[in-house]
Each structure stands twice: as C-alpha cells, then as structure tokens.
C-alpha cells in the first residue's frame, strides 16, 4: 500500500545548524511529495512540494528533492533558526483529487 | 491570501453527545476533505466529498460520521454519538479545480475533547 515513513523525533538543534530530516515513501503510482509543517497550537501549513521525479520543492530557506531511485523526499536547511521550531510532516499524494498520506511527523526544537 | 477557516478551535463534550465541527473551505474549491490527528500519532485521512457526495472515505469514517455542504460556503463534520476515542485534532482541507495545483489547504483545526 502507500505510506509514508519519517525519522524519529525529536530533532533537537542549536541555532545555525544543519538541518536533515529522512522520509521515504511506498506508491503504487505516482506520488506527488509535500512537507508540511505544524507550528504550536496551529493547523498545518503547506512548506514546499515536488509533483514529479527530480523536481527540487524550496521554501523560507528549506529544500527537498523528489528521487524517485530512492523513494525519498528528505528535508534540509542550511541553518536552521528558533523560529523554525515545528512538527514536520512529509506527505504524498497519489491521484489528484483523492487522500493524502502522511508520515508521523518529526518534532524540530531549535536552541538559541 | 485565502485560507481555510474552522470553528470552534476548542470543542469539549460528553460521552454520547452529537457534535458538528465546522469548516469554510477557500471559496473557489471544490474538493474537500476532512483529517483527524490523535495527539502524538499521524494525521489521517476520514473522507473526501466532491459534487455534493462523498468520493472517498476511510474505515475510520462508520456510520457514526457523517459531512455536508448545507451552502455554498460551510462543509460540516458531524459525529453522532461521540466516544473517548474520537478526541483527536480533527482538520478541514479544500482544493482547487482540475488541471490546477493538487495541494491541499488546511485549516488550523478543531480539538475535539471527550469527557
């Protein structure tokens, strides 16, 4: 079946650090990749996507690359700030209109 | 920019009580959808609703549950007789026409608690 699959939580960082966060993926067909992400006490917002292979998703200095060879949707920044202290969700999406699926979620806390 | 709205953001209710949440999904959608999210676990998928009927559900989504798009602005999630279980973060998302962007747009959610 489809499914998502994301790192363990939490992620925890010191300000201007390196950020990776691992999802992979499982499609019968062929998935568009999202990330969303989840600020406290907020709903989730939209932080970048790829609809096809080697399409590269970029947003408020984040990046991740659609790699169909891997089944991977990893999630980066360069250096990472307080603000960005979230849950992190990777989702795909394998027919236009239908369900998404998503991932656990992976918990960012970020150090001053 | 349009956003999906929701309300109430906080629902607190008893064991076996009727509860509607309720959804003004982006005006110009005509996809809809919505997610619950029990504290701690993944966010899941209940059901889609497009043409005025339901296109998809999960198994999640018994006869305990039921949407509906009174007009042509609001989409309501009703739970019939609420349980324990069905606490959760529950989340309203729409999206656009054919051909266009295959995003969905959340809103900010309800929290569901039963007592």
């Known amino acids: 079946g489809d499914s998502v699959t994301q790192m363990e939580g939490p992620v925890t960082l010191s300000e201007e650090a390196f950020l990776t966060i691992n999802c992979t993926y499982t499609?019968?067909?062929?998935?568009?990749l999202f990330w969303y992400v989840q600020y406290p006490g907020e709903g989730l917002q939209l932080l970048l996507k790829?609809?096809?292979?080697?399409d590269k998703g970029s947003n408020k200095g984040f990046e991740a690359t659609y790699r169909k060879e891997t089944t991977s949707f990893h999630l980066e920044k360069g250096s990472v700030q307080v603000s960005d202290s979230a849950v992190y969700f990777c989702?795909?999406?394998?027919?236009?209109?239908?369900?998404?699926?998503f991932g656990s979620g992976t918990k960012l806390n970020v150090k001053p | 920019e349009p956003e999906v709205t929701q309300t109430p953001s906080h629902q607190v209710t008893q064991m076996g009580q009727e509860v509607i949440l309720r959804c003004v999904p982006i005006?110009?959608?005509?996809?809809f959808y919505w997610y619950r999210q029990i504290l701690g676990q993944k966010v899941e998928f209940l059901v889609s609703?497009?043409?005025?009927?339901?296109?998809?559900k999960s198994e999640i989504f018994d006869d305990q549950f039921s949407v509906e798009r009174p007009d042509g602005s609001n989409f309501t999630l009703k739970i019939r007789s609420t349980k324990l279980e069905d606490s959760a973060m529950y989340f309203c998302?729409?999206?656009?026409?054919?051909?266009?962007?295959?995003?969905?747009?959340f809103g900010p959610g309800t929290r569901l608690t039963v007592l």
């Open positions: 998302a729409s999206k656009g026409l054919a051909g266009g962007t295959d995003t969905q747009y």
């Open positions: 499609a019968t067909g062929y998935p568009s």
């Open positions: 790829a609809t096809k292979a080697d």
């Open positions: 989702a795909l999406n394998i027919y236009n209109f239908n369900k998404f699926y």
């Open positions: 005006s110009n959608h005509l996809y």
């Open positions: 609703f497009y043409n005025n009927e339901i296109s998809e």
